[in-house]
């Protein structure tokens, strides 16, 4: 079961100050050797894919091997690949990084670039390998894992290239990543261990770019002319890595902000003793490629999400920007000059109503203040306003919607908004656009809602001004034009609208219609959550909680999500849930976590619903409770929710709180893998695999572990890979079988990297190779799987694939021991039998047969009789030889069905 949870001015540096801590003198790089390492990703198997990093990290490496560079110590890793070995996979990427580290000396250099996706998230920053998910951080490179590698190597040079922010990271149907934060990335990689030098592609809160025209990346298009020899400054025929940084620098950002009005600015972070050369004399290469500067028109704005927003998107896209106006506001002379000439109570009376309006926006405030007047008041406004007084038919319109000394008739209402204003009252005019908006007593029409929205906001309303911005925002009448929305969400912040504040910072946080500006989104958001906004309370939480636009404070997220959840907003308290249960930045409290998912599911709150669900079905900060389980999953997946629906399924297979049902199991396994779950998916191949509840059916079980394969569901992939092993609903074929497990392995699963090492080990399907073998066994070992942890104990005690050591042997037994695997107890028995890099010890030998045993493995039960028959190790006893003989054969022990027809006996007493 997976279990998921919810989730200024930039900073500009230039050359002296990103170099303050570098300083000594260039040294030639003949000295020592120089290794790089260089990995390149376009196309992902579970998030979005990029455009160019795959020809830029091959052009790298193209222009290092004619920049002195040896071929023998540049290793390419790109997704496009045809040997398997230089796969960027994150099994491949870390043991070839080791690999290379494990070669250079204290005179060497190692490079090590990265082209690919990157990911902040929780307080750890990860690149991509292939088959990352942004979901499974063991899927993802722990950048300071690399850091720590780099750092604990002999080499004096030490160069990190890293292009990982060209997009943001999405999954299936354009879903951003909850809780990404690329600035946190880019701080990350910004601040390297003592003796490391990190060359980015852009700065905090930029994106890098790419270029059709160049056909590659901006920064490595130039990062490969400046290695060409363009960089060159001093013309010394040496390209130093502050030349080329100078030069990658300045061009970069004069590129970028000529063809895509964007900023994008190099950084290089580090210290390090002595500056280094990368392309010395007689090894620049003069070919490539010119450099085509074009002037291109203004990109158009990605769509907005609707407006108000109910959450901060982490990773905003880019955005081009043009020059702001200011709409005109013109209040209308002739409605001016009516009420100066009106009954002077009423023009006093509509004047107070005004300020309210103006101050508070809301219907409940226009209320108040209209029943703190008498109903003769009411009356005077009803005969004032027959007589075609403007400000009198605006208040006896609200007097009818809201039931103020009268019956309410929003219908009747519609009649005096509609008067008053046709003579341009702009409390008029936005009331009845309400009206219009919302269908209250008359048909929706968003087309007239939007018109008299327009003729408020251009009188100066502010609400209107807000509304207008929502309709140009979300493309609604009008064609979606993101700077319009800018211009009128601007009007009503600076008038103090709360909602306004917050869609401009918003606008701002995507640079939608405005340049990207982080820390300018965060200022308006936080005017707008003074006013004690909710919606803007939870997303200054959302602010602080990832580090955006402010500095990380995840204490003061909570007080902003607690904030906004007293005040009742559902994804503030989800919100709040999540900080609890997952400990971010603050210490775990499950108790303190089911509270608020249960304040959130009982405001319909779907993701807080289907984890109060799970936190009960667990017993996670409350008591284990299976009917409250079901219920809570059950009302998330009604309305939708496919991980509610994996769950039902699960509870009714295990007969969780229930007997057990497999029919039910089957309807929601089908209703969740019919919205795409693919562990659904694979779990209904399971029911056809192993008859649980359906008939027996391997050709129906094949068909749903591929369609969950197809779909990278690595238990899926190993389920299929098991099927073509065993030639069940499918014809035998150990090549497919090996197939199916390297994709899953790749993924991590730590089973069929046991099941592939197995292949390779005795050859079926693919070529006996022990190296590969070792490989992947070691690979499952590390993913804690007992059996491949049992298996690496056997070549190490063998010096199969690798160099005999009793010692780790013994470890790995161990390891899989304690974890249940029988075949290990046994195996340790043989070490002590045996006196395998232990002390020799019959009785231990015993012990660890027995426990092997009793738990059924068969040739624990045949040693075990052996050493009762020879009374080693224990007092001799020929009939308990004989029982433990009986219980091996019965489990197909031929060693022991033998040995009991040589003394004349049957396998059953």
């Not at 990543?177 to 990335?185: A, D, E, H």
């Not at 694939?801 to 790995?812: F, K, T």
């Amino acid at each position: 079961m997976v279990r998921v949870r919810g989730r200024g001015s930039r900073l500009l540096w230039g050359v002296c100050a990103v170099l303050l801590a570098i300083g000594g003198t260039a040294f030639a790089q003949e000295k020592g050797q120089r290794y790089a390492l260089l990995i390149g990703i376009n196309n992902y198997t579970h998030i979005n894919d990029l455009d160019y990093c795959s020809t830029d990290i091959q052009g790298l490496q193209k222009q290092l091997l004619a920049s002195g560079f040896s071929d023998q110590r540049v290793f390419l890793m790109y997704d496009e690949a045809t040997d398997r070995k230089q796969m960027p996979s994150k099994p491949l990427i870390e043991k070839t990084l080791r690999l290379i580290l494990n070669l250079v000396d204290k005179d060497d250099t190692v490079l090590v670039a990265f082209a690919g996706h990157g990911l902040h998230v929780g307080d750890k920053s990860y690149f991509c390998p292939i088959e990352a998910h942004p979901e499974e951080p063991e899927s993802l490179i722990e950048i300071d894992w690399i850091y720590k590698q780099l750092e604990e190597c002999e080499a004096s040079q030490k160069l990190l290239i890293v292009d990982a922010c060209r997009n943001r990271v999405e999954l299936p149907g354009r879903r951003s990543v909850m809780g990404n934060n690329p600035r946190s990335l880019m701080g990350t990689l910004q601040r390297p261990p003592q003796g490391i030098l990190t060359l980015t592609s852009c700065d905090v809160g930029e994106f890098a770019t790419e270029s059709s025209d160049l056909q590659h990346g901006v920064f490595t298009h130039f990062l490969l002319k400046g290695l060409q020899g363009d960089a060159d400054g001093n013309k010394d025929e040496k390209i130093s890595i502050l030349e080329l940084f100078s030069y990658v620098n300045s061009h970069t950002k004069e590129y970028v902000a000529k063809n895509f009005l964007e900023f994008q600015q190099p950084t290089l972070r580090g210290t390090i003793n002595g500056d280094f050369v990368l392309a010395t004399s007689g090894k620049i290469s003069t070919t490539g490629a010119p450099v085509v500067v074009e002037e291109t028109p203004i990109a158009t704005p990605d769509s907005m999400k609707p407006r108000p927003s109910t959450t901060i998107p982490s990773t905003p896209p880019q955005m081009t920007s043009r020059e702001e106006e200011t709409p005109k506001i013109t209040p209308n002379p002739a409605f001016e000059q009516s009420i100066k000439e009106g009954n002077p109570v009423i023009r006093k009376e509509f004047q107070g109503l005004a300020d309210v309006w103006n101050k508070q926006w809301t219907m409940s405030a226009l209320e108040d203040n209209l029943r703190s007047y008498s109903a003769d008041r009411f009356e005077a406004w009803r005969d004032a306003s027959r007589q075609g007084s403007a400000a009198a038919q605006t208040m006896y319109a609200i007097c009818l919607e809201l039931g103020v000394h009268s019956p309410s008739s929003a219908y009747e209402a519609s009649r005096w908004y509609q008067r008053a204003a046709d003579q341009e009252v702009p409390l008029a005019q936005v009331l009845l656009a309400r009206l219009y908006n919302y269908g209250l007593g008359v048909d929706t029409n968003e087309g007239l809602a939007m018109e008299w929205y327009r003729k408020a906001a251009e009188q100066g309303d502010a609400l209107a001004q807000n509304n207008l911005g929502v309709f140009y925002d979300n493309g609604n009448q009008v064609s979606e034009d993101n700077y319009e929305a800018v211009r009128w969400y601007r009007r009503a912040a600076e008038q103090g609208h709360a909602m306004g504040q917050n869609n401009l910072g918003i606008m701002y946080l995507y640079g939608e219609g405005v340049q990207k500006d982080e820390s300018i989104a965060a200022q308006w958001i936080q005017r707008a959550a003074e006013t004690e906004l909710a919606l803007a309370l939870n997303n200054m939480g959302v602010l602080y909680r990832d580090g955006i636009g402010v500095t990380k404070d995840p204490a003061k997220a909570l007080r902003y999500f607690e904030q906004a959840a007293d005040a009742g907003h559902a994804l503030a308290m989800r919100n709040l849930a999540v900080m609890y249960d997952t400990g971010q930045g603050i210490s775990v409290n499950d108790g303190l976590a089911v509270r608020w998912y249960r304040k959130a599911a009982e405001a319909n709150e779907i993701v807080a619903q289907r984890n109060l669900g799970i936190m009960y079905r667990f017993g996670e900060g409350t008591s284990q409770d299976f009917q409250e389980a079901m219920k809570w999953l059950k009302m998330a997946a009604d309305r939708g929710d496919s991980i509610a629906m994996r769950n039902l399924g699960l509870m009714y297979d295990f007969g969780e709180g229930m007997t057990e049902n497999n029919s039910e199991a089957m309807r929601w396994y089908r209703l969740a893998a019919d919205k795409g779950d693919t562990v659904s998916i694979r779990q209904i191949g399971v029911k056809y695999d192993l008859g649980d509840g359906v008939q027996v059916d391997d050709v129906e079980a094949v068909k749903w572990y591929r369609r969950a394969a197809e779909q990278n569901e690595s238990g899926a992939q190993r389920n299929l890979g098991l099927m073509y092993q065993s030639g069940e609903g499918v014809t035998q074929s150990y090549l497919e079988a090996a197939h199916w497990f390297q994709k899953a392995a790749e993924q991590g699963d730590a089973n069929a990297a046991q099941k592939l090492a197995f292949l390779y080990e005795h050859g079926m399907g693919v070529e006996k190779n022990q190296d590969k073998a070792f490989q992947y066994y070691k690979m499952s070992a590390d993913g804690g799987f007992p059996e491949g942890e049992k298996c690496l104990g056997v070549m190490y005690l063998a010096g199969k694939g690798v160099e005999a050591d009793m010692d780790e042997a013994m470890r790995l037994f161990r390891s899989a021991s304690e974890k249940g695997d029988l075949s290990a107890k046994n195996n340790i028995g043989m070490m002590y039998k045996n006196g395998w890099g232990v002390q020799q010890d019959d009785a231990e030998a015993v012990w660890w047969f027995r426990a092997a045993a009793k738990g059924g493995n068969r040739l624990g039960q045949y040693n075990l009789g052996v050493m009762y028959y020879s009374g080693l190790g224990i007092t001799k006893d020929r009939q308990e030889a004989i029982r433990w003989w009986r219980e091996a054969a019965r489990n197909g022990d031929e060693d022991a069905i033998n040995q009991l027809r040589r003394m004349g006996l049957s396998i059953d007493p």
